[in-house]
């Protein structure tokens, strides 16, 4: 039983980070008409609080490798909620600051959000081990998805309140967990070498000197997956109320499909990772989802064929994350773990920040930015191919063998 709350509050961590982004892309709009800036502008609302996450992310898992992850959970929290109360009373100054008031609650936000992420990996992959480890992460990855389909529906139905009003969710759900937390989860003994700092770089070199190629492969992957992920959202958001006008809680449900297919996939996906040895077949699917989705974007321009094709490269991105998490959990020691995660963790952060900028910079000139899309995607796909070539070759000859 306990076991079972410990994973469910490890779970609540992602979906906090979630929430301080898909539940604000649909609303963006009101947060422009609210204090008249441009879209450039809001988009940069998203990229603040994704920049300092991923800035402070290794930072924090080189801490946590030396001093204990659930020291660095509970700061994180508190500031996640201190963040959200002046993102609130942003509402409530002059019109004048209200901008700069956001923005500066967004980026404490952002520096909690950096801590809570990634640790909640690394922390479930200190905690458990073999089949638990897989089933946890699939957990996390769950958490993760579910958030992404509640939060655009929760961030819609309080913006009918005023536009800052989802901001009061920070405080309220941020220190229930953090008294859970701090009574529930006991700091595990791995995480808490004390080691030089010398030791400690020269341990994460000798890692990624030998692991380099995977490592790198997966967080490009993981990366541009959250840049695609984040980007289409905030042009969904533009199509929505720019072009059809749907506004409150049919605004959220629209985005309920393509966030729900990838919630339903990756707890699908989780759930089988304990009884497939080989997971790249897995991957190859998910892979193979979003490449034919990307390839429809360039000839299908009707709203509802996009989002049905979006809704099919979000299902391909849910078999194909919780694979790269456990891969690059089950990597790495418990004491190079930390910083490991942490920038993957990074990485994601960073897509996700560059999602919106880009697509807002692009929006008017779809046909060239999707050409552009789809030739990231196909080069980075390329990329995780080259780098796996042996385990693609292994499920090949065991697709193969089972077939004859």
């Known amino acids: ?33 609210a204090l008249e800036i441009t879209a450039a502008q809001t988009s940069f609302i998203l990229s603040i609080f994704n920049i300092p996450a991923a800035i ?3 930072i924090v898992g080189f801490l946590s490798d030396r001093y204990g992850r659930k020291t660095f959970i509970l700061w994180s929290l508190l500031l996640l909620i201190i963040g959200g109360a002046i993102c609130f009373f942003s509402g409530f100054v002059n019109k004048s600051i209200a901008f700069w008031t956001l923005l500066a609650g967004r980026l404490v936000q952002g520096l909690g959000t950096g801590g809570i992420s990634s640790l909640a990996m690394s922390l479930a992959g200190d905690m458990f081990t073999d089949e638990k480890r897989d089933r946890a992460l699939a957990v996390l990855e769950v958490f993760n998805g579910t958030a992404k389909v509640a939060a655009p529906i929760l961030g819609a139905l309080l913006a009918l309140v005023a536009w800052y009003f989802p901001f009061i969710l920070f405080p309220i759900i941020g220190t229930l967990l953090l008294f859970f937390i701090l009574f529930f989860i006991k700091t595990s003994p791995s995480g808490e070498e004390k080691i030089s700092l010398h030791e400690y770089v020269q341990r994460i070199a000798d890692v990624l000197k030998v692991q380099k190629a995977r490592l790198l492969s997966l967080y490009l992957y993981g990366g541009t997956s959250m840049f695609l992920l984040f980007g289409l959202l905030y042009y969904l958001a533009y199509l929505i109320e720019e072009l059809y006008h749907i506004d409150g809680f049919f605004k959220g449900f629209v985005y309920s499909f393509p966030l729900g297919a990838l919630s339903i996939s990756s707890y699908w996906t989780g759930k089988r990772l304990d009884y497939v040895k080989n997971r790249f077949l897995f991957l190859l699917v998910g892979m193979f989802m979003t490449f034919l989705s990307f390839f429809s974007f360039l000839i299908f321009q009707q709203f509802s064929l996009f989002l049905f094709f979006i809704t099919i ?12 998490n456990s891969l690059i959990i089950s990597s790495v020691d418990d004491a190079e773990r930390g910083i490991v995660v942490s920038l993957y963790g990074m990485a994601r952060f960073l897509g ?22 789809f030739f990231m995607l196909s080069l980075v796909q ?3 191919l080259y780098v796996f070539k042996n385990d693609w070759k292994i499920v090949c000859s065991k697709m193969w063998r089972n077939l004859q």
């Open 1 to 33: 039983m306990r076991e079972h709350i410990i994973i469910m509050l490890l779970g609540m961590l992602p979906f906090m980070m979630v929430l301080g982004n898909s539940m604000l892309i649909p609303i963006l709009p009101e947060f422009g008409q």
């Open 56 to 58: 402070i992310i290794p």
């Open 313 to 324: 490269s979000f299902g391909g991105l849910g078999f194909v994350l919780p694979v790269i």
């Open 352 to 373: 996700v920040a560059l999602g919106p900028v880009v697509f807002s910079l692009w929006i008017g000139n779809e046909q060239l930015l999707f050409k552009l899309l």
């Open 382 to 384: 390329c990329l995780l």
